[in-house]
């Protein structure tokens, strides 16, 4: 039997671990998803927008890898804790995959960036997403107007949930003091700001049109930034041509709203480009706005500043300017690129392929691509590792890792313990009048699983021999 761990349950883990279990090569694996977190699915779950039901949807499609019978989902099990690290894990497993993502958000480096009032996108997300490390923040309680700095896809997601009403959200899994925060939301004014121009813009279409089509909020676009852009004037040119696809359809979207009479909608969004932060302005202790430099084209691709400055009137600020990876005790990290050094998702140590450990998405390749673009990676890492099966399985590993785990303080959730806490969130929102609501916190995610859980349900316990392991009362999925 070759004995593998991915850690990590979001798409890059996920498809990593359905790789290895529908493989012919090796006839017996057995493979553990390991998470910190009591729930699977990563970002999908965490990081897409609540309102973005079609994406979402892909949970089912994760759901039916982590049921699968090779496979089992091993939760609030957090690598690099209480001695259980990349050494410690090697002599659990044949093989570790290692698919954690890139946690750390990029950060402006501009005066002011402290100021309270201003905060990654990141943590936005985690808030309207019931992440249960997010900080107990209601974020626009006392904001009029909002600026989004950056003009990527989380831009987009973020400007669009701080237009939109409650109403629009009731619908969705949204927690409920995050929906409560946004009906109280005084915000009318979100502006969507870029460095560079729409045609450079990392929005995808898709997206770009949900802002245009919300409700109760318009898009507005100053002509005066698109005039700045090369391929604006000519749509038919050899420069608007030369674009890729995407980009120009993006540019079409700005034109035709640039040319639309004003709605009169309660709340406007406004995209604006070729104007990069120089500095966080401050009234009262806190952010009151955002002064920028206004750039231009510099020929080459990118843009240079032109000594004028504008500034934008804001009392939340979110950086929305990319991701990037953290490091892993007891494994190699490249500071500059902020990912593991590797070959073909071999982990390098040294220049040296590490025997066992592996590598995939983002903290592998960087934080780039879309959800599907991590099938192809992790497919390339599972196909070293297969090469590799042979010399692995010779090497000898415990006979129960769980047990393992939970003589170094771990408590293990298995799959019928996340089922509880689904159990748990539904119910949660019929009490509500509302569809399925996310719990938000560790204490009430835990307690589902304690106080719901069946026991009988865990197929990787009696599948590695401890058939009769540790129950609380109440049949406790918090295996000990």
């Not at 609030?76 to 946690?103: I, S």
């Not at 009137?313 to 892993?328: D, F, I, M, S, T």
Request: net charge neutral.
């Amino acid at each position: 039997m070759l004995r593998v761990a991915v850690v990590g349950s979001g798409p890059s883990g996920v498809y990593a671990a359905q790789a290895l279990a529908q493989q012919t090569l090796v006839p017996d694996v057995r493979v553990h998803v390991l998470d910190r977190l009591p729930c699977p699915y990563g970002l999908v779950r965490y990081g897409v927008a609540p309102d973005h039901e079609k994406i979402k949807s892909l949970q089912n499609n994760l759901r039916t890898v982590l049921e699968h019978e090779r496979i089992d989902f091993i939760g609030n099990v957090e690598v690099g804790t209480r001695g259980l690290g990349p050494e410690r894990l090697l002599g659990l497993y044949h093989a570790v995959v290692y698919c954690v993502g890139a946690a750390k958000d990029r950060r402006l480096g501009i005066p002011g960036e402290e100021l309270p009032g201003s905060h990654s996108a990141t943590d936005f997300v985690s808030w309207y997403s019931a992440h249960p490390d997010a900080a107990g923040n209601s974020f626009v309680l006392g904001a009029r107007s909002a600026v989004v700095i950056g003009v990527g896809n989380v831009a987009v997601d973020v400007a669009r949930i701080l237009a939109r009403g409650a109403e629009e959200l009731r619908p969705t899994d949204v927690p409920q003091a995050a929906l409560g925060a946004l009906a109280l939301s005084r915000v009318r004014d979100v502006h969507m700001v870029g460095r560079r121009g729409p045609a450079q813009a990392k929005f995808t279409t898709k997206e770009l049109r949900e802002l245009g089509s919300l409700p109760t909020a318009e898009a507005v676009v100053e002509p005066g930034d698109l005039a700045l852009e090369p391929a604006y004037a000519d749509p038919s040119g050899t420069l608007a041509s030369a674009l890729p696809a995407v980009n120009r359809r993006n540019l079409e979207v700005v034109r035709g709203w640039a040319g639309r009479v004003p709605q009169g909608k309660e709340r406007r969004i406004h995209l604006r480009f070729f104007l990069r932060p120089v500095e966080l302005l401050e009234r009262d202790a806190r952010v009151a706005g955002v002064r920028f430099e206004r750039t231009v084209p510099d020929g080459d691709g990118g843009v240079r500043g032109t000594g004028t400055y504008e500034e934008i009137e804001a009392q939340l600020v979110l950086r929305a300017v990319g991701y990037r990876g953290v490091p892993l005790a007891g494994l190699p990290f490249d500071a500059a690129h902020g990912t593991v050094p590797h070959a073909g998702g071999r982990v390098l140590r040294d220049g040296v392929p590490s025997p066992g450990e592996y590598v995939a998405g983002w903290i592998k390749r960087g934080p780039t691509g879309v959800i599907g673009t991590n099938r192809p990676c992790a497919k390339e890492t599972v196909t070293s590792l297969l090469d590799d099966a042979a010399a692995l399985v010779l090497r000898p590993v415990a006979s129960d890792p769980l047990a393992e785990m939970r003589e170094l303080g771990l408590r293990p959730v298995s799959w019928p313990g996340w089922l509880a806490i689904e159990a748990a969130e539904a119910a949660l929102g019929s009490t509500l009048g509302r569809r399925s609501v996310k719990i938000p916190d560790w204490p009430g995610l835990l307690g589902a699983a304690i106080t719901n859980g069946e026991r009988d349900g865990n197929r990787a316990e009696d599948r590695d021999g401890d058939r009769e392991g540790d129950r609380d009362a109440g049949g406790d999925m918090l295996t000990r």
